[in-house]
């Protein structure tokens, strides 16, 4: 299997070709002298998002972090998957929200920080908690946070463009390269779509490496799936205004808590016994069945940061403990 790191690195580099070709495009075909300027605005922009892109998470899902003395056995966990993960102790923090989830930012390993919001601490059982860390921490591990960052931009970029262009030849239509501009605006705004599809891809698929980076860990495949299944019970049971509240922030979570009552209705048949948990036994089931979504189910998984909950789920039950 090609490694995370290798894919996401041809994805940045697929993402910046096709944001470069437009620009020499573009600076060739009107002959902007001033394009470039608003190109490197859109990176100095990233940067900006780089360096204060934590604190803004922090603002944004209200964290407190925590020292030892605070929760030790939080901290303890954090600590072991740190050890065999092989990276440094993380920061470790709650967020002071109700939706059950956990997350994971910084700037780069000796940045990192792991927080668990309040809801999640009182819906887990203690190894479907460290289920949840080991995922976390995997995606630390993998540094996708940082790729991610980088490559959410390349859409934005693209809009802007799309943006000026639209802009440009709206404005000078019946001035030569007007209707020039107008259509580049238009390819522009193609290229923005296709790219964000691109980006929700990378997102997809970094969640199938820090579940099976959690497994690695030591963590059953049984105790992270029940704690998906909780997640996702969880998060159903939250109001639409609570929900929006971590909107823009959604693709830092485990599991997407906007999309929780259609996957409560695909996970249903999955807890046989009504425990609300999802044992081995259950999994091993699972693992004999064939699953398949609907278009409409994978056309929303297309559009989100996170994958189809059932496919991640029967992916969990093709590992062993």
Known sequence: MVSLQLRMYLLLAVLFSIV????VFIGTSLGLTNFYFYLGLSLFMMLIQYLIGPKLVEWTMRVRYIEKNDN??????????????????????????????????????SDGRVCV????????????????????????????VLTITLLSVIPMILYRIAWQMMFYGG??????????AALIGLVALIFYFITNLLVLYASRIREYFADRGSIALGNPPAALASALY???YGSARMDKETLKETEGLKAFFVNDPSRALSELRELKDLDTDKSGTIDSYELDVL??????????DKMLEALSTHPNMLKRIKQLSQYRA
Not at 102 to 108: E, K, M, P, Q, S
Not at 119 to 143: C, F, I, P, T
């Open 20 to 23: 470069y070709a437009l620009a």
């Open 72 to 109: 030790p056995a939080l901290h303890q966990m954090v600590e072991e998957l740190a050890r065999k993960a092989g990276i440094p102790k993380p920061k470790v923090g709650i967020a002071e929200i109700p939706i059950p989830n956990a997350f994971a930012f910084g700037r780069g390993l």
């Open 117 to 144: 919001t309040s809801g999640l601490l009182r819906l887990l059982k203690e190894d479907e908690l460290k289920a949840v860390l080991g995922h976390e921490l995997s995606h630390l591990k993998n540094r996708d």
């Open 171 to 180: 404005r000078g239509r019946r001035q030569e390269g007007g209707a020039n």
């Open 230 to 232: 909780k997640l996702v």
């Open 287 to 296: 693992r004999n069945k064939n699953v398949r979504i609907g278009f409409g």
